[in-house]
């Protein structure tokens, strides 16, 4: 049972280490879903929200991450 | 071309993550042999072995019956937590924030804790240490899978993404029965900072490609978007930079 434990804490383990990088991606994510189907004729729009919504998730990410 | 550009970054993306997973599996399945010898050791990573194989050969056929578009949504995403979950880690640990991970330090923890499991309860240390042997395996083993798969479904990349898992497992053994120690100088820092910035570029791609958008330059993107992980997690470690610390290491 421990050791499905483990597993199971271990696979969740490898997406989500900081839950709020995880949620922050998944918000991007839906985001980007949202405009990519109310402007299906810019679909480029959406994928800039994506690209440039993870890049700065991962710098605010970081710089929060790291103690004053 | 058009396949090469996915071929070769994949290849190397599996390997290097292969060869960071291989590492930390032997560094506690030597410390399992050198307490409790090989046949424990050998036994438990054999068993996590058959297991992971199990894992691959259920799976891979299931991923199949998805539509392509969900398949690439649903791995993309994965492969951005993933990948940004490991460049993020990478970051943190070029900067000084958080230690370096130490192989040397990982196998005298699991050789002391080992011991004083054969202080306590000798009669069930064989089973025990088979135990953690197979749990390091299978559980270090998992992350492999996972990226093989990913960067693979849909795009008929198994066997490439296999043989590049498979070259750095073997490479690792390879080395480690014949140094017979943790291997401690690999640059598992460097290594995770490259594993990250491309399994990031192969999810933001995916991810893309699933939600609908036609990425300009078409496979070339995972290029540029491996070039703006790179270049932001490379400012993020100026700017969050502790004065002692080493980058790259």
Do not use: Y
Not at chain 2, 229 to 234: I, K
Request: charged share 15%; with cysteine.
């Amino acid at each position: 049972m421990n050791m499905l434990i483990a597993v199971f804490r271990e696979v969740a383990g490898l997406f989500v280490d900081d839950g709020s990088l995880a949620l922050a991606i998944l918000a991007v994510v839906v985001f980007a879903g949202v405009l990519a189907t109310l402007m299906p004729d810019f679909p480029l729009a959406a994928g800039a929200i994506l690209l440039l919504g993870c890049l700065g998730v991962l710098l605010a990410n970081v710089i929060l991450a790291t103690p004053r | 071309m058009d396949s090469w550009v996915h071929i070769g970054p994949a290849t190397t993306a599996v390997f290097l993550a292969s060869l960071v997973e291989a590492v930390e599996a032997l560094t506690i399945v030597l410390a399992v042999a050198t307490v409790r010898g090989w046949r424990p050791a050998g036994l438990g990573a054999l068993a996590g072995l058959a297991l992971l194989i199990l894992i691959v050969v259920l799976l891979g056929p299931l991923l199949d019956r998805v539509p392509l578009h969900l398949l690439q949504l649903a791995i993309g995403v994965l492969l951005l937590m993933f990948g940004m979950r490991w460049l993020r880690k990478a970051i943190l640990r070029s900067a000084g924030v958080i230690p370096l991970h130490d192989e040397a330090v990982a196998f005298a923890a699991e050789t002391a804790q080992l011991r004083e499991q054969a202080r306590l309860r000798d009669a069930r240390l064989d089973w025990l240490a088979g135990l953690t042997s197979f749990k390091a395996v299978l559980l270090e083993g998992l992350e492999v899978v996972f990226i093989v798969i990913a960067v693979s479904a849909g795009r008929g990349l198994l066997i490439p993404a296999s043989a590049g898992a498979l070259a750095a497992c073997l490479l690792v053994v390879g080395v480690g029965f014949i140094v017979h120690r943790p291997l401690a100088r690999v640059p598992e820092n460097t290594l995770k900072f490259a594993v990250g910035v491309m399994l990031s570029a192969f999810g933001m791609f995916w991810t893309g490609e699933g939600l609908g958008v036609s990425w300009p330059g078409e496979d070339l993107a995972i290029v540029a978007f491996a070039a703006m992980f790179l270049a932001v997690a490379l400012v993020a470690v100026i700017i969050v930079r502790r004065p002692s610390a080493k980058a790259f290491s």
